[in-house]
Nanobody, 120 residues
């Protein structure tokens, strides 16, 4: 099994910055994709950013130029640097990882979520 533990959420004023971290642990053989999703009240969960083991990156249009995703493969950790935050960025942010673990099983793991609140 793979566990994801997130940190770094909180309350910030519009225009401010936050950095989220997510560390994966367990009997991990490899992590193919790591990403961040978010879910605002009354809305569906959406992909914010994802990064592959090879470094390919995708962002949702609404965060391009403001958010930066990165990963430290040696630490099985993914980061999301968020700048110029807007009230509409308020949501619970979830870490996600597509992994190969144990004896070669493939799986998708989710973190418990971390609240990001941007005040106007």
């Amino acid at each position: 099994q793979v566990q994801l533990v997130e940190s770094g959420g909180g309350l910030v004023q519009a225009g401010g910055s936050l950095r989220l971290s997510c560390a994966a642990s367990g009997s991990i053989l490899s992590i193919n994709v790591m990403g961040w999703y978010r879910q605002a009240p009354g809305k569906q969960r959406e992909l914010v950013a994802r990064i592959t083991s090879g470094g390919s990156i995708n962002y949702v249009d609404s965060v391009k130029g403001r958010f930066t995703i990165s990963r430290d493969n040696a630490k099985n950790t993914v980061y999301l640097q968020m700048k110029s935050l807007k009230p509409e960025d308020t949501a619970v942010y979830y870490c996600n990882a597509e992994t190969v673990y144990g004896l070669g099983q493939r799986g998708v793991s989710w973190g418990q979520g971390t609240q990001v609140t941007v005040s106007s």
